[in-house]
């Protein structure tokens, strides 16, 4: 049930994102900045947690819950080091994240030749 529930929520963001594409004048780099802040405020009322539980990694993969971790990751300093420890914090939780897709990209963009 935990894979159905994870296709189904992950899938379902999917859509989402494909149909602003395909329906407004949105860019994919507007649709994704979107899609972040969306997950930032979905966590901050405390439902993107709700929707993490219900659906696990489904809710994990998506550009949304890139939003959440920089919200949790806020939120997480200003408890501990108060307001001036936001940028800290940001940069901690997110940082093996963003230090991955950039090392992947350079790799994949060392192996494959672009067509153009």
Partial sequence: MSYILSMLVCGGICIVGQLLYDNTKLTPGHITSLFVVTGALLDSFGIYDVLLKVSKVGASLPITSFGHSL??????????????????????????????????????????????
Avoid: Y
């Fill in 71 to 116: 919200m949790h990751a806020g939120m997480e300093s200003v408890s501990e080091k108060g307001v001036l420890g936001i940028a800290a914090g940001l940069f901690n939780m997110t940082s093996i994240g963003i230090t991955s897709a950039i090392l992947f990209a350079f790799l994949i963009a060392i192996i494959f030749k672009p067509k153009s």
